[in-house]
């Protein structure tokens, strides 16, 4: 049994100094509890924060051993990332989802695209795009409630971002997905493949590089997500530097990027919910939250902390630090709202009642 004080950060701001009771079965108490240990007298507790999009199994090379996505998971864990939106991995990550000491990860299953429209051995790959909500139904079952689409991708024959789905097939395959009670999100960099996307009723949106002022306003009235991943859009300059058979693409990879950082301003400016991704798996290291907090910060981004706790926690239908609920937090011993970089320095992490990280341990 433990007691933090401190001041408890949420979505109605600070309220003062308050107290974080743990009772014996790791969950929040109603009140205090008589010998409880403290563990901290002071400092910022916030709900735990939540990678809203990255690949628990998924590498530099492709897919991971469990052993490494068990890595994986742990480097987020110590970052305070104690929920992880898992936007799709080539192996079956179900046995972490068994381990007390492991954030909790919410699981798409695997990407789906086309054939030779992806990265190589991540995605299940369709022949006939017309199978497509087929496929999503069953990768519905395989997860837990959301499934990953490829939005687009380079089209080497034309030298160009381009989208991989129909959108008469987008409207079938997102019914499909919602008829089971599932979410869907994809993958899209462009602005070509996101009207098809949008207005087929897509939950939420990745990265979203290329969104316009007309598609903003659309996800804003429809209450479409996006987690623009901003720590993965600065590899797009590398990306392009690799593409010189491809000019178009590399000048639009390059584009994008510059312009990243604005896109993301004015989706929340016009009230499209936005959400913090690292995106990491591939070529993003485990462990960034913290990163992609500050660069949601910078971006103008009012609520960036509350992007990776508490509304990203509602988003997902998880609890904050309310009676009952699993204690799930970070401590920092400055305020993260005002300057986000004490992310980095975490004074405790705690999961489900139990220290699993933190300098002040």
Not at 194 to 205: E, F, S, T, V
Not at 216 to 241: C, H, K, Q, S, Y
Request: net charge negative.
């Amino acid at each position: 049994m433990y007691r933090l004080h401190g001041v408890v950060l949420g979505p109605d701001g600070a309220e003062g100094a308050a107290d974080i009771v743990v009772g014996p079965d790791g969950r929040i108490a109603d009140g205090p509890i008589a010998g409880s240990e403290t563990l901290l007298d002071r400092g910022y507790i916030v709900p735990g924060l939540v990678d809203a999009h990255c690949h628990v199994g998924l590498g530099p090379e492709g897919p991971t051993t469990l052993d490494e996505a068990t890595e994986q998971a742990e480097a987020d864990r110590d970052a305070g990332a104690l929920l992880l939106r898992d936007c799709g991995s080539p192996i079956d990550t179900r046995p972490l989802q068994e381990r007390a000491d492991l954030p909790e990860i919410i699981r798409a299953a695997r990407h789906i695209a086309r054939r030779k429209r992806y990265v190589r051995g991540v995605a299940v790959e369709l022949d006939e795009p017309a199978t497509l909500p087929e496929v999503v139904a069953e990768q519905a079952a395989a997860g837990d409630g959301w499934v990953k689409l490829v939005g687009d991708w380079i089209d080497r024959d034309e030298g160009d971002l381009a989208p991989l789905w129909a959108d008469d097939v987008l409207v079938a395959a997102i019914e499909a997905a919602h008829a089971v009670g599932a979410r869907v999100t994809a993958h899209v960099f462009g602005a070509a493949a996101m009207p098809g996307l949008i207005r087929a009723g897509i939950d939420c949106l990745e990265h979203g590089t290329g969104l316009t002022d007309d598609l903003i306003a659309e996800m804003a009235a429809r209450g479409t997500a996006l987690v623009p991943t901003l720590i993965n859009v600065e590899t797009f300059p590398g990306i392009a530097d690799q593409a010189t058979k491809f000019p178009t693409y590399a000048a639009h990879m390059r584009a994008l990027h510059a312009g990243a950082g604005d896109t993301v301003r004015r989706a929340v400016e016009a009230g499209v919910p936005v959400y913090a991704g690292t995106d990491a798996g591939g070529g993003i290291a485990h462990g960034r939250i913290a990163d992609e907090v500050i660069a949601l910060h910078r971006a103008g981004h009012p609520d960036a902390l509350g992007a990776a706790s508490w509304a990203a926690r509602r988003w997902l239908g998880r609890p904050l630090l309310e009676p009952g609920a699993p204690a799930d937090l970070a401590v920092y011993r400055e305020d993260p709202r005002r300057r986000p970089e004490v992310l980095h320095e975490p004074a405790l992490v705690m999961l489900r009642g139990r220290v699993v990280g933190g300098s002040g341990r």
